[in-house]
């Protein structure tokens, strides 16, 4: 189980020990976290982005507005 907030997640992505979520609440705007399952971490990626992970790799690809980057 994830210790993390209550809300509606999509885009889960689970890669070696993160998983990489889309999250949205009551009193968040929607926003993207990635959580460490080895340290039991969550970490804020950002606000206003798209992703998704190349099939295959471990390359995620992210559209914020028009502009795609890969990371």
């Known amino acids: 189980?994830?210790?993390?907030?209550?809300?509606?997640?999509?885009?889960?992505?689970?890669?070696?020990?993160?998983?990489?979520?889309?999250?949205?609440?009551?009193?968040e705007e929607a926003a993207v976290y990635v959580y460490n399952i080895t340290n039991k971490n969550e970490e804020h990626i950002g606000e206003g982005i798209e992703y998704t992970f190349a099939p295959g790799t471990k390359k995620m690809v992210v559209k914020r507005g028009a502009i795609y980057n890969s990371h």
């Open 1 to 27: 189980m994830l210790n993390t907030k209550a809300g509606s997640y999509s885009a889960v992505y689970c890669i070696k020990n993160r998983v990489y979520y889309t999250r949205r609440s009551t009193d």
